[in-house]
């Protein structure tokens, strides 16, 4: 532990992302229909979709838990690392009761936090509809879409960006600040930082194709699930289903400097994990879990990135970090929402 403690320092780890309170209920299918939701999937919430946080409170059962897809990657990264403040976070919140508990939550996570605090619009929410453990996720952004480029370029937050020798953002963001995710990419690329995104959502690489594209040759890690890999092989017409094919493809994008070459990383739920580098592709096997142990796959791709994250800022092999990101990923969709117990059990 001592020798770990040793090579992660202070900050290592920064993510900047959509800070959210996730309300998380077991539903119906009636639920979803009536909302037009399907499982397995994350989308912005519309006019259409308002009256379900409600619904949900009133109806079901209801936990609230910090979320946002970036900021459960840095909590199971900080979780699995053990060493206080070795990760930041970034991201906007409200002025509110659910602000002051994520601040809360955070600290007692042990991430160094420095959210940018919105007067006008409460923290965001997302729903996350359950049925039968596979999660249906309706993000209400409010304030965590208020971030501004100007509050990353504060000296006391720029600091975190220095101070950082890796870096993770959610594509989500891509819809919030691609300003901000611009500049910290290339902040990363002129200092031979490790910059790394997720694709997140189909919607992400359908309709925010061109940020996408744009930030794309910054990242040394693409990660991602097989929908989302499948989603990005159609929008870019590239007439093949075979989430192997693809993973190699996103690894040979052309790269913006040539530090570190691209490895692609695409989870497959219980199917192995495709890991693509140089041209070839290598598979790892999840942990099988029975399917009465599954409480929720919510969170289940953020916690696989955090774990994955907590070995390579230790210099760990590739092999290490899949098997962190499986075990994290494993713990998480045995309890509801992201959460853990108190400590990690991986060696």
């Not at 209801?62 to 900080?78: D, H, M």
């Not at 939550?105 to 453990?133: F, I, M, Q, R, W």
Request: net charge negative; with cysteine.
């Amino acid at each position: 532990m001592q020798q770990q403690a040793a090579m992660v320092s202070e900050g290592i780890l920064l993510g900047m992302g959509n800070p959210l309170l996730d309300i998380t209920a077991v539903v119906d299918q009636e639920f979803l229909d009536k909302y037009d939701i399907k499982l397995n999937n994350a989308i912005l919430a519309e006019e259409k979709h308002v009256p379900m946080y409600k619904e949900m409170s009133s109806k079901y059962n209801v936990e609230y838990t910090a979320g946002g897809a970036t900021q459960n990657s840095i909590r199971v990264a900080q979780w699995l690392l053990q060493v206080p403040g070795a990760t930041s976070y970034m991201g906007c919140i409200g002025k509110d009761m659910f602000g002051e508990e994520m601040k809360k939550n955070s600290k007692l996570a042990g991430v160094n936090v420095h959210y940018y605090e919105d007067e006008s619009a409460p923290t965001g929410t997302c729903a996350v509809c359950v049925v039968g453990g596979e999660r249906s996720l309706v993000a209400n952004l409010s304030a965590a879409n208020c971030y501004k480029s100007e509050h990353l370029k504060r000296p006391e937050n720029w600091a975190l960006v220095e101070r950082a020798k890796y870096i993770y953002i959610a594509g989500f963001f891509l819809t919030v600040s691609p300003d901000s995710i611009q500049l910290v990419a290339e902040h990363a690329a002129a200092n031979n930082k490790v910059f790394g995104m997720n694709l997140s959502a189909p919607f992400i690489c359908e309709f925010f194709k061109d940020a996408q594209e744009k930030v794309l040759p910054y990242m040394d890690f693409v990660f991602g699930n097989e929908t989302e890999a499948r989603t990005f092989s159609k929008v870019h017409g590239w007439a093949t289903e075979n989430v192997e094919e693809i993973a190699v493809k996103i690894s040979q994008w052309p790269k913006a400097s040539g530090t570190y070459k691209r490895i692609t990383v695409i989870t497959q739920g219980a199917d192995a994990v495709v890991v693509a580098e140089d041209g070839k592709t290598k598979l790892f096997p999840v942990i099988p879990l029975p399917k009465e142990k599954l409480v929720d796959t919510n969170g289940a791709g953020d916690a696989f990135v955090g774990g994955f994250l907590s070995q390579l800022v230790q210099e760990k092999p590739i092999e290490q970090c899949v098997k962190a990101g499986c075990y994290a990923a494993n713990v998480i969709i045995q309890r509801s929402g992201c959460t853990y117990p108190e400590k990690p059990d991986f060696h």
